[in-house]
C-alpha cells in the first residue's frame, strides 16, 4: 500500500522548532513504553523495545501499527471522480463502491509527488491516504489543478486516526468477532458503526503480511475513549498480538519490497523505471468513453516510447553488513558506478543482507554480479528478483 514517509525512522529524529504532532493513541505509546522520535514532525514511536522482536512478531503472529500520522482526504461531489482521474496514474472511473487502489500522484516531468491509496466509498465519494511528509503539498498541489472542477474537499487527518493491524494470525482474531471483515478480498473495505461510530476497515497493508487497516474518527470524547480501549486491549492479547514501532515497519516493507517515498519514488523518480507500472494507466476513459489524461501522462508516455535507463532492483549481498541510502552500486569488474542504492537492511526474517536501488538496465537481470561500495570496502552483490519475501514463503 501506501507508503508512509519521506524518510527512514533512523534519520527522522531532527530537532525542529515547530512542536510536534501528537496522534490520539500518543499517550498509549508513552504507557507502552515506546522510544519516541520526531518523525516528518509527528511524536510517533520507534520501537517498544527491540526492533527485531517486532518484525519476527509481525511475520510469525500478528501486532498493530499507529499510523495516525499519515494524511487522510476527501473528496465528494459531481467532479470528485474526475478530479481524481487528473491527478492520478491510475484509473478511476472503473473502480467499485468498497474497493481501493494504490495510485501515484506525479509531477508533470513525471516525478512522483507521492504514493496514495484511493478509497471509493460511492459514485461521487472517495477517500484518499498519503504520506505525512507529503500532506501539505498535496493540498497545495490540488487547490493549483483543480481548473473549475465541482466538488468538496476536506483534509480529515486531525480529526481521525488509522491503525494499522498486520500478521498471519489477524483475521483468525478478527473471525472470532466479525465474518464480514476476514471474507473481504484484498484491496476491499467495508464501514462498520461502533457505537455511533464509522469506522472504515479495509484488506490492507505494508509489511507483505495479510491484515487490516482501520480509519477511526476521534473527534469527541467517546471516540477516543474507544480507540484508546481497542488498542489497549491488542496489546494484552499477548504473544498473539503486540504493538510495533515505524523501525520494524521499515524492515518488513523492505523485506516485501514495497516502495518508500524519500527513497525508492521521489520528485525526481518516475514509476516506470520503480517498478511501479501496474499504478500507471496511459489509456484512462472517464466512464463515457472520453478520454482522460492525467498531470505527467506526457512525461511518462515518453519515457515508455525511449526505453528506460534505470530500473529498481532487488539486490542480496554476501556479507552481512546492511548497504544504506546513497552508497554506489559498482559495475562488475571495474570501478565505475552502475547506480545507487535506495534502501537496505539485515533482513530479520531472512537473516541476510537485501537492498534495492536502480541500476543501468543493462544490468537489471537477476543472477547479475555487481559490488556495493560500503565506504572502507566494496561487498560483493548479485541482482535478485523481487520481492525478497512472500508470506507464507518462510525461508
Not at 330 to 336: A, L, Q, S, V, Y
Not at 360 to 388: W, Y
Request: glycine fraction near 10%.
Amino acid at each position: 500500500m501506501t507508503t508512509d514517509a519521506s524518510a527512514t525512522p533512523a534519520a527522522a529524529a531532527a530537532a525542529t522548532s515547530a512542536p510536534l504532532l501528537e496522534t490520539p493513541l500518543h499517550d498509549l505509546h508513552v504507557d507502552l513504553g515506546a522510544k519516541m522520535v520526531d518523525f516528518t514532525g509527528w511524536h510517533m514511536p520507534l520501537h517498544y523495545g527491540s526492533i527485531v522482536d517486532e518484525h519476527h512478531q509481525i511475520r510469525q503472529r500478528g501486532g498493530f501499527f499507529d499510523v495516525s500520522h499519515m494524511g487522510r482526504f476527501e473528496f465528494s461531489g459531481r467532479d470528485a471522480a474526475r478530479f481524481l482521474e487528473r491527478v492520478c496514474t491510475r484509473a478511476i472511473h472503473d473502480m467499485q463502491p468498497g474497493q481501493a487502489r494504490y495510485s501515484l500522484v506525479c509531477n508533470e516531468q513525471g516525478g512522483c509527488r507521492d504514493d496514495v491509496l484511493v478509497y471509493r466509498i460511492a459514485e461521487a465519494e472517495f477517500l484518499m491516504v498519503c504520506n505525512a511528509a507529503n500532506r501539505a503539498k498535496l493540498i497545495e498541489h490540488f487547490a493549483a489543478v483543480r481548473e473549475g472542477m465541482v466538488f468538496r474537499f476536506e483534509d480529515i487527518t486531525m480529526r481521525t486516526a488509522m491503525v494499522a493491524v498486520q500478521g498471519p494470525q489477524v483475521m483468525d482474531l478478527i473471525r472470532r468477532h466479525s465474518t464480514e471483515i476476514p471474507s473481504l478480498k484484498r484491496y476491499r473495505f467495508c464501514r462498520k458503526n461502533l457505537l455511533g461510530l464509522e469506522m472504515t476497515i479495509s484488506r490492507t497493508g505494508y509489511t507483505g503480511e495479510d491484515g487490516v487497516e482501520i480509519i477511526f474518527p476521534t473527534g469527541n470524547a467517546i471516540a477516543r475513549t474507544v480507540l484508546r480501549r481497542g488498542m489497549s486491549e491488542l496489546a494484552q492479547l499477548g504473544e498473539a498480538m503486540k504493538p510495533a514501532g515505524l523501525g520494524a515497519r521499515d524492515s518488513l516493507r523492505l523485506e516485501a519490497s514495497m516502495a518508500l517515498y524519500g527513497h525508492e519514488i521521489t520528485e525526481d523518480i518516475d514509476p516506470l523505471s520503480a517498478c511501479l507500472d501496474f499504478a500507471v494507466t496511459l489509456t484512462k476513459g472517464d466512464g463515457d468513453g472520453a478520454p482522460v489524461r492525467f498531470i505527467g501522462q506526457d512525461a511518462l508516455e515518453r519515457i515508455r516510447r525511449d526505453g528506460l535507463r534505470r530500473r529498481l532492483v532487488g539486490l542480496e549481498l554476501d556479507g552481512r553488513r546492511a548497504a544504506r541510502q546513497g552508497m554506489a552500486i559498482i559495475r562488475p569488474g571495474g570501478n565505475d558506478h552502475a547506480g545507487i542504492i535506495t534502501s537496505g537492511c539485515l533482513s530479520p526474517t531472512l537473516d541476510r543482507s537485501i537492498a534495492m536501488g536502480f541500476i543501468d538496465v543493462a544490468l537489471s537481470e537477476p543472477g547479475t554480479p555487481v559490488s556495493i561500495d560500503l565506504g572502507r570496502r566494496q561487498e560483493s552483490a548479485r541482482v535478485v528478483t523481487m520481492p525478497f519475501y512472500r508470506a507464507g514463503a518462510r525461508a
